[in-house]
């Protein structure tokens, strides 16, 4: 049966046209693929930080259109008034990610966060802003630092319709919820690809013990790059013959592509720590076979939820207390591991997809599961 044009919204059932096909889909604990040694939170997402919510839109329909948005609000309230501090960390700049000069300069996010394709980044900086503006409070705010992330999508997707609107980013920013996350085909991930497979959004997270400040930290990827892919140490990518510099991918091997990653943590970090923790998350991203090319974008953007470090426009200081060096150790270790699983998860959450270019199978679960010995 054939569908129309779909809209996913998060805890919502999405309906996909035929070139969506469905196969079996599991999360990577469910394969007892368990990368680190920390706990996950309840939900082993980045809703797990308190406040964090995150919603799509999904755009499916026959070959040509499978896009979408994927839309995280950092923490409650309203953020032009009430900013967040948070950084960004360029792997490789291979990418259009808007918003990037005023975080790196004052260190802080005054706007939900919006990942789309390559050519809609525009759409989503005007869905953002026209949603910011008409927050209670905004109505004499005149500059908005609206920060949209993009991944391209154009193999699967006829990226030069921009099918991406305005009103589909503000849908995905109202949407947006706690809770169970979609993963996938969904969102920003609805047309990208990841080591030659269907690629797509993945989250997870890590609970620190009490005896190292019981924070809890968690990772949303839109994955959309290439490698040599390995899970949970074992060559997968080498065993099923797909894989960059290989021939099986007849002349397509190039490793290009680009990987957004959001990293939330209630852990009360200064904008510099908040740098150095998205730096570890390219960490993660290296576990699993990431050849990191000339032509891939590779951008972390790191937030804190702590509420006495919200930055407020009324206020003449901003002192708070916030981790010492010391003490931010563990959660590097937390965000490798959170985004590595992150990875996992958005490929063995996707699906087959006959696209606008071809067709892209998803990560074969039965075979993953013989190669990892189950």
């Known amino acids: 049966m054939k569908y129309p044009l779909t809209i996913h919204f998060l805890a919502c059932i999405a309906l996909f046209s035929s070139s969506v096909s469905h196969a079996e889909q599991l999360r990577a604990r469910d394969l007892n693929i368990k990368p680190g040694v920390l706990p996950t939170g309840k939900l082993n997402a980045i809703t797990d930080v308190a406040g964090v919510k995150v919603g799509h839109v999904t755009l499916h329909q026959g070959k040509a259109q499978h896009t979408g948005v994927t839309a995280i609000i950092p923490a409650g309230g309203n953020l032009r008034q009430s900013k967040v501090p948070a950084a960004v960390f360029v792997g490789n700049g291979y990418g259009k990610m808007a918003g990037i000069s005023q975080i790196q300069e004052l260190?802080?996010?005054e706007t939900p966060i919006v990942l789309t394709n390559t050519l809609n980044v525009a759409e989503g900086i005007a869905g953002?802003?026209?949603?910011?503006?008409?927050q209670p409070g905004n109505e004499q705010v005149r500059s908005v630092n609206a920060v949209v992330g993009e991944t391209n999508d154009g193999y699967l997707n006829n990226i030069r319709a921009r099918f991406v609107t305005q009103q589909r980013v503000i849908q995905a920013i109202e949407s947006a919820d706690s809770g169970v996350i979609a993963e996938g085909n969904v969102g920003a991930g609805a047309g990208t690809r990841a080591f030659g497979f269907k690629g797509g959004i993945g989250t997870s997270s890590r609970k620190l013990p009490d005896s190292l400040g019981g924070y809890t930290?968690?990772?949303?990827?839109?994955?959309?790059f290439g490698g040599i892919l390995q899970i949970d140490g074992q060559p997968?990518?080498?065993a099923l013959d797909q894989y960059y510099l290989s021939e099986a991918l007849n002349n397509d091997s190039s490793a290009d592509g680009s990987i957004m990653i959001v990293v939330a943590t209630d852990a009360p970090l200064s904008d510099r720590n908040l740098y150095r923790l998205a730096k570890r998350a390219m960490g993660g991203v290296a576990r699993t076979g990431a050849s990191l090319t000339n032509g891939s974008g590779d951008y972390v953007i790191a937030f804190s939820t702590a509420e006495a470090l919200r930055r407020s426009e009324k206020d003449s200081t901003h002192l708070a207390p916030s981790l010492s060096n010391n003490e931010v150790s563990p959660l590097f270790q937390a965000v490798i591991e959170a985004t590595e699983e992150a990875i996992y998860n958005?490929?063995?959450m996707a699906e087959d997809v006959d696209g606008h270019r071809g067709t892209t199978q998803a990560l074969p679960i039965d075979k993953v599961k013989a190669l990892l010995g189950q």
Do not use: D
């Open 217 to 224: 930290l968690g990772v949303l990827v839109q994955s959309n």
């Open 236 to 238: 997968v990518g080498v």
């Open 346 to 348: 958005s490929l063995l």
């Open 107 to 109: 260190g802080e996010i």
């Open 128 to 134: 953002v802003v026209e949603w910011t503006l008409k």
